[in-house]
């Protein structure tokens, strides 16, 4: 089996500074990444994400405000079937943001595993989409 790196880009309608509300703040990040989001987003923070019932633990790694949150997550009890997560704001092509994720798991996945992720990767950058707009509210 062999590791399968997730790429997925947004284009959001509004600037990057508020993009990165949606992207590096916990209650941002509550909108579109998961249900529920129990970290401080700080370098060396470690929590929870929550979604669809599945717990998972997180390790804010880096940030560079208002440009890049790294961190690296795994299913609670499985660390070696953890990944690190980058996602990144940056202006985008003529006006608003552009919402760029890569995913790169730590242990080798099969097609079946990386096509979930792909598809997860998909209804997020949607879900981000909706509460760029304001479209979507919890």
């Known amino acids: ?19 990165w ?14 249900d529920e989001v129990a970290v401080d987003v700080a ?16 390790r804010i790694e880096r940030v560079e405000p208002g440009r890049e949150l790294v961190f690296r997550w795994w299913p609670d009890g499985d660390e070696d079937q ?20 890569i995913e790169v798991p730590h242990a080798s996945t099969g097609p ?10 998909e209804v997020r950058a949607l879900v981000l989409w909706t509460c760029s707009a304001g479209a979507l509210v919890r």
């Open 1 to 19: 089996m062999e590791r399968t790196t997730i790429h997925r880009s947004v284009e959001l309608e509004v600037e990057p500074a508020e993009a």
């Open 21 to 34: 509300e949606l992207v590096g703040e916990r209650e941002g990040l509550e909108q579109w990444l998961a």
């Open 43 to 58: 370098p060396g923070a470690e929590g929870t994400v929550t979604d669809d019932g599945t717990v998972r633990k997180v």
């Open 82 to 101: 953890g990944s690190s997560v980058v996602i990144s704001v940056s202006p985008g092509d003529g006006s608003g943001s552009a919402v760029r994720v």
């Open 112 to 121: 079946l595993a990386a096509c979930s992720t792909s598809l997860r990767w």
